[in-house]
């Protein structure tokens, strides 16, 4: 499903603008409109960090752009609580921005694109503060298509390494 909608706001918002769609995240919203939190790169290589209102009128899927912000502009992306399972984070720019991603994982996958897109075109410091860095780091494993799995499957490992050891008689 994730990737037909990446498709079709691809064609209908992205595309049209000349912007490359690199990730989206579901965010959690009181409306009856879905927001995706997106990051896409222009012809012009600068990164764009928008806030996309997903609605239907009829039949048809429509896209608009609620907020949008520059990855040259952000400060500090601040993961709140990186010991609990909390999908809050904010991106600090000139004003804070709230967000609650629809899980935890697709908020680490959100800041490991922001972390991979700075790398690749603004290079600038990049405060990433109250993340687990074991789950941020770029390596070999991580990339948007299988990061959640793997977000996942280390949280079910410690959590197994957890429930042998409360097992465990003690001496």
Known sequence: MSSLLKEDMKKKLFKPQGHTLYEF????????????LCTSVTKEDEVHIS???????CLDEKYEVAEMWLLKDLVCIDGKEPETDNPHFDMKFDEVCNVEAYSCASKYAFARSLIKLNTLYTKKDIK???????????????????????????????????????????P
């Open 128 to 170: 990433v503060i109250n993340f687990d860095s074991s789950y941020i780091e770029d390596g070999i494993m991580w990339s948007s298509n299988n990061g959640d799995c793997l977000v996942l499957m280390r949280i079910c490992f410690y959590a197994s390494n957890l429930l042998c050891l409360s097992l465990c008689p003690m």
């Open 51 to 57: 806030l996309v209102k997903h609605y239907r009128v």
């Open 25 to 36: 995240i579901e965010t959690k919203s009181k409306f009856k409109e879905k927001f995706y």
